[in-house]
Antibody
Framework: QVQLQQWGAGLLKPSETLSLTCAVYGGSFSGYYWSWIRQSPRKGLEWIGRTDDSGITDYNPSLSSRITISVDTSKNQFSLRLSSVTAADAAIYYC????????????WGQGTPVTVSS | DIQMTQSPSSLSASVGDRVTITCRASQRIRTYLNWYQQKPGKAPKLLIYGASSLQSGVPSRFSGSGSGTDFTLTISSLQPEDFATYYCQQSYSTPYTFGQGTKLEIK
């Protein structure tokens, strides 16, 4: 049974850096894409970017100047850093796993609500 | 970016009804179309991938069809647990994009 468990700071001030980590339990870490997705009332569901187990990344161009997705295969974890946050970055952030074909999201983390407020 | 447009945005139906939700892509995406169900406070759950392949464990009353730009999700006989919000997502090219959602409510 594959489980994704995520954590990170949920309250940030403008200009700070959001940092989230997702741990993967069960199943293989290699051979999949590991994505971050966020959901807000304003923009709905938005794909942020992904990594594979070798650290090759693909970012949403709308966020690419501010995001870094990294992987730690020794811990079966991957992480998201989003710099210079503003109120527009407030959302529920999810991590997710997808196969390297069809590219859907078959397993999701529980979600981390992030608020940005001074 | 590929824009995904769902219709309707909301839908009222009764238990036992047959329901169809449509999703249109702004450009051709072959069959790289996925459907998710989301309930309040929960992460989305994958229902259909590749336009018509049923995810393991998902009831057979859910089905998907379409290719190119037009797709449908059909629930053959609504059950009480099916009242939720449904999203389509294109996985043809990055950045992957989602529809705005269809909220399915009890009539």
């Amino acid at each position: 049974q594959v489980q994704l468990q995520q954590w990170g700071a949920g309250l940030l001030k403008p200009s700070e850096t959001l940092s989230l980590t997702c741990a993967v339990y069960g199943g293989s870490f290699s051979g999949y894409y590991w994505s971050w997705i966020r959901q807000s009332p304003r923009k709905g569901l938005e794909w942020i970017g992904r990594t594979d187990d070798s650290g090759i990344t693909d970012y949403n161009p709308s966020l690419s100047s501010r995001i870094t997705i990294s992987v730690d295969t020794s811990k079966n974890q991957f992480s998201l850093r989003l710099s210079s946050v503003t109120a527009a970055d407030a959302a529920i952030y999810y991590c997710a796993r997808g196969p390297q074909y069809w590219y859907h999201f078959e397993y999701w983390g529980q979600g981390t609500p992030v608020t940005v407020s001074s | 970016d590929i824009q995904m447009t769902q219709s309707p945005s909301s839908l009222s139906a009764s238990v036992g009804d047959r329901v169809t939700i449509t999703c249109r892509a702004s450009q051709r995406i072959r069959t790289y179309l996925n459907w998710y169900q989301q309930k309040p406070g929960k992460a989305p759950k994958l229902l259909i991938y590749g336009a018509s392949s049923l995810q393991s464990g998902v009831p057979s009353r859910f089905s998907g069809s379409g290719s190119g730009t037009d797709f449908t999700l059909t629930i053959s006989s609504l059950q009480p647990e099916d009242f939720a919000t449904y999203y389509c997502q294109q996985s043809y090219s990055t950045p992957y994009t989602f529809g705005q959602g269809t909220k399915l409510e009890i009539k």
